[in-house]
């Protein structure tokens, strides 16, 4: 069997998108054509597949030999942080990708501009967003890109994700529940409530609970 027709795995892909990533710091290829290549790389079956996309790029070039010259030195581009291995590993963005199985941001960027259905459904998963009545589409295009319709169908309650949703076993978490309890009471002590808004329960005693808001009509 011919070499090129083995099956690509995850670090051949990988390697291409790397390829792909330095051709377009270089100049060689355009966003668009990156993009492009990106998601091909990353749907690839096969070696074929991979090397069609990289066949017209030279080897990488070493910055000592590279024509391109950059607009500003290393030190002038230097990041004024770096998150640690630990903080990544503690990220939403971290966690949403281990979910989906992405390996890294760049097949994480593939799969989402190349599905946006998907994306938008798993964030909006991820981030437990309720929906009253779920939505029949996630986006609908049948107006054309220029007029997407989100979450075609469905309606939710924003007081249901940002209020309701948020409660929790006050005995359990007595510091948490001395905590709310004080920003409540300085919140209306020193600048009230919004006037549309306005707590019509608290119960304070231990346990499962939650502070209920009204509408004021």
């Known amino acids: ?17 790397e390829r792909l990533r330095v051709a377009l710091e270089e100049g060689r290829l355009n966003l668009h054509e990156y993009d492009d290549r990106l998601r091909q790389a990353y749907a690839a079956r096969t070696h074929a597949d991979l090397d069609a996309l990289i066949a017209d790029l030279p080897g990488v070039t070493p910055p000592s030999q590279s024509q391109v010259v ?6 002038d581009n230097a990041a004024a942080w770096r998150p640690t291995a630990e903080t990544i590993n503690r990220s939403h963005l971290k966690r949403f990708m281990d979910q989906h199985g992405l390996k890294s941001f760049d097949a994480l960027l593939a799969r989402s501009t190349a599905d946006i259905a998907w994306f938008t459904d798993a964030v909006l998963k991820y981030l437990d967003i309720r929906f009253a009545r779920p939505y029949d589409q996630v986006v609908d295009l049948s107006r054309g890109p220029a007029w997407p319709e989100w979450c075609a169908g469905g309606e939710l309650n924003i007081t249901t994700n940002c209020l309701d949703k948020y ?5 359990a978490e007595p510091r948490r529940f001395e905590w ?3 920003l409540v009471s300085a919140r209306e002590d020193l600048c009230g ?4 808004l306005v707590p019509t329960h608290r119960d304070w005693t231990p346990g499962p609970k939650k502070c209920c808001y009204g509408l004021v009509t």
Request: no cysteine.
């Open 180 to 182: 709310t309890r004080a």
């Open 193 to 196: 409530l919004p006037d549309f």
């Open 167 to 171: 409660q929790w076993d006050w005995e």
């Open 70 to 75: 950059p607009a500003a030195t290393a030190a």
């Open 1 to 17: 069997m011919d070499a090129a027709s083995f099956r690509a795995g995850d670090a051949d892909r990988e390697r291409v998108a």
